[in-house]
């Protein structure tokens, strides 16, 4: 009598495992959703705008500096994000070679780009030179509300030139 009372007490056991494996448990969900930091519906630093002189600067030979600064205007209290920097120039075969430097105002640590440009004769055909500049995390302008400008020192003889800017604005 005490081995059959063994048995049905494992037997019990094995029951009463099994039944606790097959019934559901209850999981109580967060109450709230909290701030989003990797879902939203946009990207944070994505592209907002896109700056360029005005379209004959970039099909006019010896433009002025005037007419090849881009000026990038913030929102109020903004800052100005540049994701990329982009300048084509092209020589119109003149064999008259220049280098120019070009600048950014308000933009911290003060890049620079230098473009030398050399056209070794009128007869021979020329091609074109890109300096094409990604940053991923952007350069950041150094005042908020203060616009951002990317301008020449000095005109290129003989060269069609033109700048693009991209980038975001952003209060931080």
């Given at each position: 009598?005490?081995?059959?009372?063994?048995?049905?007490?494992?037997?019990?056991?094995?029951?009463?495992?099994?039944?606790?494996?097959?019934?559901?448990q209850v999981?109580?969900?967060?109450?709230?959703?909290?701030?989003?930091?990797?879902?939203?519906?946009?990207?944070?630093?994505?592209?907002?705008?896109?700056?360029?002189?005005a379209?004959?600067?970039?099909?006019?030979?010896?433009?002025?500096?005037?007419?090849l600064?881009?000026?990038?205007?913030?929102?109020?209290?903004?800052?100005?994000?540049?994701?990329?920097?982009?300048?084509?120039?092209?020589?119109?075969?003149?064999?008259?070679?220049?280098?120019?430097?070009?600048?950014?105002?308000?933009?911290?640590?003060?890049?620079?780009?230098?473009?030398?440009?050399?056209?070794?004769?009128?007869?021979?055909?020329?091609?074109?030179?890109?300096?094409?500049?990604?940053?991923?995390?952007?350069?950041?302008?150094?005042?908020?509300?203060?616009?951002?400008?990317?301008?020449?020192?000095?005109?290129?003889?003989?060269?069609?030139?033109?700048?693009?800017?991209?980038?975001?604005?952003?209060?931080?």
């Open positions: 009598m005490d081995m059959r009372q063994a048995l049905l007490g494992g037997a019990s056991a094995v029951a009463l495992g099994v039944g606790l494996l097959g019934t559901p999981v109580e969900a967060q109450q709230s959703q909290g701030l989003i930091v990797t879902q939203s519906g946009s990207k944070a630093d994505a592209a907002a705008f896109f700056a360029a002189p379209a004959t600067s970039c099909t006019t030979s010896q433009a002025s500096i005037a007419n600064t881009v000026t990038i205007t913030p929102p109020a209290g903004n800052y100005v994000y540049l994701t990329g920097v982009y300048i084509e120039y092209l020589p119109n075969a003149t064999a008259a070679s220049s280098a120019t430097l070009w600048t950014a105002t308000n933009i911290t640590g003060t890049p620079a780009w230098l473009a030398n440009v050399t056209a070794s004769a009128a007869s021979v055909p020329t091609t074109e030179f890109l300096i094409s500049e990604i940053y991923p995390t952007g350069l950041k302008s150094t005042v908020p509300g203060t616009p951002v400008t990317i301008l020449p020192q000095a005109t290129s003889a003989s060269t069609f030139q033109c700048v693009k800017a991209v980038g975001y604005f952003s209060p931080t």
